[in-house]
């Protein structure tokens, strides 16, 4: 009996946290699915049956829009990695004291709603306004030329956003690395090019894993950036998913598209950490 | 009402009735979790609200109450400088008993039936007696499901002696059978003549080569698919899906040739301002506004093809505790008196033409009065064209499937 008890006692203990992913993951995303599957419309209710042709119907539609966010969100995701990376670098190695500061200013922005933060670019980067007005008024641009309405306002707004969210677990790995890993490097006559290609970034490796996972699943997803910054031709899936869920009132399509969303995207987690595999981060990080 | 001239001076009466946003889309964080819960309910199909089947007799047995719950929109009903006291309420709490709780709750049609639809679907009262919702869908969606309360009009003689033709046997709502018109409004092209270069009259100005990447159109279905089809000389409120489709390839080639900037909802405002669009489809309020906020040089217009005009209703939904209030209510606001006092600060267009009188005579407010926008003349409304009021959910996915392939993209 005290055997017995002492097995299930791990089990026992866990039990909150699987009850909780029962009802607030499992069963809301089992009721997408049947959703997605169900035929009716909201004034007479739904009813579940195996329609699977909203999947074939959401992909023939709306195929293209799924592309654009996974190229968005890959693109977004690389240009944060090359923002991000020195800046983690430079507080991590000469942040000194003051760390916490400039942590703690990476992340003042956040203390804005996010709505609110892409609306002030929306009015930094208008035609007229004092970025291009005035690169205008110098005669350094065009006087067409516009940077809202395009992709890359859409992509640079993923990459504003996202920018706290790759600092923040590549700083903890760069924290860790032991400094005098890199003396060695330097002792053993690394240029300090080489010593950063071949010690730093190497053992940097789970920060640019977890970060790339925070910031491209993020990004992929978002409908805010593309619905303020962009125009024609920018519209993302969550943009697509937020107009059939909440002005067309068409819940089986934006329940099969949030489906598929999910489903690619873990596809392609899948392929990523095989590529960049887990057991090369432990192996880095050992 | 071929083009309106702001205000003279800073009337913040004049203004306060037009900073209200419409069609809200940047609290969808919210409306998204309501949805969420209507969906998790939707699942129970039609319940027994709608089991009256004689509404004379349950009128009838009915008795009056001295409570009366009013949801209404943000900045829609006239306010004292204090900001608290609203002068018609008190007012009619004096002349009926009658205690009104008067809540501004209602930030977006989509939002509010979300938060109302599975209390009604549930047979459950939703504490309200009234409240004032958009024609569209969503209206139309309450009375196919026989959520809204058919009204005694025989208590309500104010409406047929005051009321405008603009607003009598609306198409989504024939004969007034539900539902009584709180305020209206025109959707027509706002415009920067410095940036145009030239006077604006026609819907043709929106397909103009000469605005390529300057153009601003609404992403709101409704209102676009509205549009297509009056630049093709066809009434929407009267269109058929054959119109649908041949207004959607106008603005499908509208989009191809590159002439749209964007599909906007309320910021449209924002980029006319800031000079990103020369000119867009706009809500004659938020160029009023403008104009007082400084800008200056926007113009509305309503373009020689005609308009759009939307109403926001009164309505009485089922289960509603105090409904012989809510119809005391509509009596009382449709006099020159109140809709008159009401109107000197919401500045919308007014449902009684006669509370022109009223404001220009005993409020003394000219600006408003002589405004063609809160009172518009006759001709203005030969022009006007209500949105298309869909019979089915099939007819409106119908037409969201033939007009969100142009604003998604």
């Known amino acids: ?286 | 009402m071929s083009k309106s001239s702001p205000p003279e001076g800073q009337n913040l009466a004049f203004l306060r009735g037009l900073t209200q946003p419409r069609l809200s889309r940047s609290d969808f964080m919210r409306g998204a979790a309501a949805s969420f819960a209507a969906m998790a309910l939707s699942g129970t199909g039609p319940a027994d609200a709608a089991t009256v089947t004689n509404w004379k007799a349950w009128w009838e047995a009915q008795k009056p109450t001295k409570e009366f719950i009013f949801a209404n929109w943000p900045l829609y009903i006239d306010v004292t400088s204090n900001g608290k006291d609203h002068p018609s309420i008190d007012t009619f709490t004096k002349q009926t008993g009658i205690s009104v709780t008067y809540d501004e709750v209602i930030q977006d049609d989509p939002s509010f039936y979300a938060k109302v639809a599975p209390v009604l679907k549930s047979g459950q009262p939703t504490g309200y007696d009234m409240m004032v919702i958009t024609d569209g869908w969503y209206l139309t969606e309450l009375l196919l499901q026989k959520f809204l309360v058919p009204l005694w009009r025989e208590k309500v003689p104010n409406f047929n002696k005051y009321a405008g033709a603009s607003v009598k046997n609306p198409s989504y709502d024939p004969g007034n059978k539900h539902t009584m018109v709180w305020q209206s409004g025109l959707t027509g092209i706002g415009y920067n003549p410095k940036l145009t270069k030239r006077e604006i009259t026609s819907l043709d100005d929106l397909w103009d080569p000469a605005f390529a990447g300057h153009i601003g159109m609404f992403s709101d279905t409704n209102e676009i698919g509205s549009f297509g089809m009056l630049k093709l000389g066809i009434n929407p409120t009267t269109s058929t899906p054959a119109d649908w489709t041949k207004a959607a390839a106008v603005l499908q080639d509208q989009k191809d040739k590159k002439l749209v900037r964007q599909y906007y909802d309320q910021s449209y405002i924002n980029a006319l301002q800031n000079g990103d669009i020369w000119i867009t489809m706009a809500w004659s309020g938020d160029i009023y506004q403008a104009n007082s906020k400084g800008y200056k040089d926007l113009k509305f217009v309503v373009p020689k093809e005609g308009c759009s005009i939307w109403h926001d209703n009164m309505c009485i939904p089922v289960g509603a505790k105090n409904p012989l209030s809510a119809l005391a209510w509509m009596n009382y606001y449709y006099t020159p008196d109140v809709a008159g006092i009401i109107e000197d600060y919401v500045n919308y267009i007014c449902p009684v033409p006669g509370a022109k009188d009223y404001i220009l005579n005993v409020i003394k407010d000219p600006d408003v009065a002589n405004s063609p926008l809160v009172f518009p003349p006759q001709s203005s409304f030969a022009k006007t064209h209500e949105f298309r009021a869909f019979k089915s959910y099939a007819e409106y996915q119908t037409w969201v499937n033939t007009f969100s392939p142009i604003v998604e993209s």
């Open chain 1, 1 to 286: 009996m005290r055997r017995l008890s002492r097995n299930l006692a791990p089990y026992l203990l866990s039990l909150p946290s699987w009850v909780y992913l029962a009802v607030f993951f499992v069963i809301p995303l089992g009721s997408m699915l049947g959703l997605a599957l169900a035929t009716g419309d909201p004034l007479d209710g739904y009813v579940m049956s195996d329609n699977f042709s909203e999947f074939s119907l959401a992909f023939s539609q709306y195929h293209a829009e799924f592309l654009r966010s996974f190229i968005y969100g890959a693109i977004s995701t690389i240009i944060t990695l090359i923002i991000a990376f020195p800046v983690a670098y430079w507080i991590a190695f000469y942040g000194g004291r003051n760390k916490s500061t400039y942590l703690f200013l990476l992340v003042l922005p956040f203390f804005v709603t996010f709505v609110i933060r892409v609306l002030a670019w929306e009015f930094i980067l208008s035609d007229q306004g004092f970025v291009l007005g005035t690169l205008k008024n110098l005669g350094l641009i065009p006087q067409t030329a516009h940077i809202l309405s395009t992709q890359w306002a859409v992509i640079g707004g993923l990459v504003y956003n996202s920018l706290a969210y790759y600092v923040l677990p590549l700083y903890v790995a760069l924290e860790k690395i032991d400094r005098r890993v890199v003396q060695a490097a330097n002792d053993l006559y690394a240029t300090p090019a080489i010593a950063f290609t071949r010690v730093i970034i190497p053992l940097s490796a789970p920060g640019i894993f977890a970060g790339f996972l925070l910031v491209f699943v993020t990004n992929v997803g978002d409908f805010v950036n593309a619905f303020i910054l962009g125009g024609p031709g920018t519209y993302m899936i969550g943009n697509v998913i937020q107009d059939s869920f909440f002005d067309n009132q068409n819940y089986p399509l934006a329940a099969a598209l949030s489906s598929m969303l999910m489903f690619l995207l873990m596809i392609a987690i899948f392929l990523y950490a095989k590529a960049f595999g887990t057991d090369t981060i432990q192996d880095y990080a050992a």
